[in-house]
């Protein structure tokens, strides 16, 4: 009964490092979405997609990069890690049904990021 | 372009009290609406959906909303708050597209 699964739970990077966020889901979700947390601002969506081989980006992508090779991943990579990224990350996954994503989302339990 | 706003960043109230977070949205067409809550270092559970059915929604933990079209409201209510209520409660509005809009949260605190 995973759901959708984060790892790590908790990361501190140095400025200028690159790491992976991992994501799994084990639900056969086609929709897959990545959002950051911070204090105040509610969740802000980074990147998303709509079945694998299908990535777009969301309100906030800079410094960020998605793929999606198969139904169950989604990694989020951060490329090169600025104080800025400093936040807790989560990913959701959903059902896609009659070509509308309004089904409710699956979260994972975070991932806490920090930049120093 | 749509929105949600959260009225209050901050609910107090005592246990076996009322419950009442507020929404307000902006959307173009008839949007679906949802109420999340997150317990501290969790990620968010959905409480209960509204996608044009009924307009008053019943979800878990006996959280309800009602959707209000004139008033561009989704209001959360609970007749009885528990302390195992208090968390971060986040209204949310659902493009066609999967994007989901947050409002940017109401932390409920339960006072014995």
């Known amino acids: 009964n995973a759901g959708v699964t984060q790892t790590p739970k908790f990361q501190v990077l140095k400025t200028g490092q690159s790491m992976t966020l991992q994501c799994a889901q084990d639900m056969n979700h086609e929709y897959m979405s990545w959002y950051r947390q911070d204090p105040g601002m509610g969740l802000r969506l980074i990147h998303y997609s709509v079945g694998a081989g299908i990535t777009d980006q969301g309100e906030v992508p800079n410094g960020y990069n998605v793929s999606r090779s198969t139904t169950e991943d989604f990694p989020l990579r951060l490329l090169s890690a600025a104080p800025s990224q400093t936040s807790v990350y989560f990913c959701a996954s959903s059902y896609i049904a009659g070509g509308y994503s309004n089904q409710p989302q699956h979260f994972g339990d975070g991932t806490r990021l920090s930049i120093l | 372009a749509q929105s949600v706003t959260q009225l209050d960043s901050h609910v107090s109230v005592s246990e076996g009290t009322p419950v009442l977070l507020r929404c307000n949205y902006s959307?173009?067409?008839?949007?679906?609406l949802f109420w999340y809550v997150q317990h501290p270092n969790k990620g968010l559970q959905l409480l209960l959906k509204?996608?044009?059915?009924?307009?008053l929604v019943k979800g878990i933990n006996g959280f309800e909303a009602e959707f209000k079209k004139s008033e561009t409201s989704f209001h959360l209510t609970k007749p009885s708050a528990h302390m195992s209520d208090a968390a971060e409660y986040f209204c949310v509005v659902s493009e066609n597209t999967g994007k989901l809009i947050f409002g940017q949260g109401t932390t409920l605190q339960v006072k014995p």
């Open positions: 509204y996608t044009s059915a009924a307009t």
């Open positions: 959307s173009s067409y008839s949007p679906s």
